[in-house]
């Protein structure tokens, strides 16, 4: 996909938590605005454009992106990156915040996962970065109880279930 001169996208700043990354993206996944968002896994390494100070620590690999797309009537489609150190899975608190997305994801109906990893994004200007997420994003696929085994096995060494029973 070629960059697209009609690209409009803003990046989700605030992320001063993730628990405040998480009501965010729960948010704009309830807004009947939202047409679509798409869930990302970033590299499980510090390759390509990681930047520790918007990726934050490599133990936090690999990370949660999502690109939402909303649109409004008689104006283009809007596409909000969330990127950097937005959400991981990386330790049960963090497990959990992920576990609740993929909950709310599912029963939206309107959200994807690509199957391929998403490279770094967050040092790049937003446009540059949503045309990054939907060149991966050609990948996507329907979130449904299927497709979210396989995408939380990008995220994690176990598998949901597994990651419950360790941290009972």
Not at 92 to 98: L, T
Request: charged share 20%; no cysteine; proline share 6%.
């Amino acid at each position: 996909m070629t960059q697209s001169a009609n690209l409009f996208a803003q990046r989700y700043d605030d992320s001063t938590s993730t628990s405040r990354n998480l009501g965010t993206i729960l948010d704009v996944l309830g807004d009947t605005q939202t047409s679509r968002v798409t869930l990302f896994a970033s590299p499980e390494h510090d390759e390509g454009l990681y930047d520790p100070r918007t990726d934050g620590p490599t133990t936090n690999l690999p990370l949660v992106a999502a690109l939402a797309e909303i649109r409004v009537t008689g104006a283009k489609p809007v596409h909000v990156v969330f990127d950097g150190l937005f959400l991981t899975a990386q330790r049960k608190p963090r497990y959990d915040e992920v576990k609740s997305l993929l909950d709310a994801a599912v029963a939206s109906g309107k959200a994807f996962v690509a199957t391929e990893r998403a490279p770094f994004t967050s040092s790049l200007p937003p446009n540059e970065a949503a045309q990054a997420l939907l060149n991966v994003a050609a990948t996507a696929v329907p979130l449904n109880e299927s497709s979210r085994r396989s995408y939380f096995g990008q995220l994690a060494n176990l598998s949901e279930t597994e990651y419950q029973k360790v941290f009972a």
